[in-house]
């Protein structure tokens, strides 16, 4: 006996089959139950034996049914696979590579730098930067919104990704220049241990905790002033005298606009700006651009 059966009935199989409920099935494929039933009945009648066995309280598996089930399952599995990679290998084509960052990798030339050796390797491809909200610490690779990103580590859920350090650079306290600890030049994390501090959004993950040195703190919780998803918010927040916060030696022109200064801050570790991918992100182009970032930020003597 030969069978034709189309993806669209081992699916619909399938789902019933997990479901053990016609409603939940047609619910769960966007389709009718009077659809998904006839559907069943005709794979019913090429397959030559009943699938299911019904009854008004329940729906089970045939013997029949249970045998195919897991085939059925997968070839499926390997349609979706298959689907991925064709839809892989056309953004490959599309050659358009998209670079999330929540803060500017100006950094002395580096953007511009790691793009010139990227269109030098691939003249053919097209960099599209995208802007992201404070509240994603991913900068877009989370979602998929982005293929690459510049990020501050630490990341969340780090296994998922792979990267590269871009920039150390000191952490300093930003406050406004009225506040009392201002006209010193340095400043003992501990001195800033009673300040109210402005925190990065709670989705932000580990760098919230980062921004805030909870490390640094000896156990003691940090005190929030307020939550700030935007250089703007920052800067609105800090002259409104709201709290202080840590950020970058790269990030302080853009704070320091008036009513605001930086200070050295002692007892704390470097910050680490870095470019970042999926882990399981295997195509040339995004690891042509990290190659690009390599060799843009590699030291020379």
């Known amino acids: 006996m030969v069978m034709d059966v189309h993806g669209r009935d081992l699916r619909y199989f399938a789902a019933v089959a997990e479901e053990l409920h016609f409603t939940r099935a047609a619910e769960r494929l966007y389709v009718s139950q009077p659809a998904l039933s006839k ?14 066995e019904r009854d008004r309280r329940q729906v089970r598996l045939s013997p029949v049914g249970a045998a195919l089930l897991p085939h059925a399952q997968r070839m499926l599995a390997e349609w979706d696979a298959a689907q991925e990679a064709v839809v ?9 590579l998209v670079v999330g960052m ?3 990798p100006g950094r002395g030339g580096v953007l511009p730098a790691i793009r010139s050796r990227f269109t030098a390797a691939r003249p053919d491809a097209r960099l599209r930067l995208h ?5 994603d610490s991913t900068a877009g690779l989370a979602d998929g919104t982005c293929d690459a990103a510049f990020v501050w580590l630490p990341l969340p859920d780090p296994d998922r990704y792979r990267w590269m350090v871009v920039a150390e650079e000191p952490r300093l306290v930003a406050m406004a220049d009225t506040h009392q600890l201002a006209d010193r030049e340095i ?8 300040e109210p501090f402005l925190a990065l959004p709670n989705s932000a993950g580990p760098l919230r905790d980062y921004w805030l040195a909870t490390d640094a ?12 998803a935007s250089t703007e918010e920052t800067y609105e927040a800090l002259v409104a005298g ?3 916060v840590l950020l970058a030696a790269g990030n302080a022109p853009l704070i320091t606009l008036g009513g605001v200064v930086t200070r050295a801050v002692r007892g704390i570790s470097p910050s680490l700006f870095a470019m970042a ?11 042509e651009y990290a190659r690009a970032c390599e060799l843009a930020t590699k030291p020379t003597f």
């Open 217 to 228: 703190r000896g156990g003691k919780p940090a005190l929030i002033g307020a939550e700030v």
């Open 242 to 244: 709201l709290g202080v």
């Open 102 to 104: 929540s803060t500017s």
């Open 187 to 194: 400043i003992d994390f501990t001195d800033l241990l009673d």
């Open 88 to 96: 892989r290998a056309v953004a490959d084509q599309s050659a358009t």
């Open 277 to 287: 991918w999926r882990a399981d992100d295997h195509r040339p182009l995004v690891h």
């Open 131 to 135: 802007q992201v909200s404070w509240d």
């Open 39 to 52: 559907q069943i009945r005709m794979l019913e009648k090429q397959v030559g034996a009943t699938l299911f």
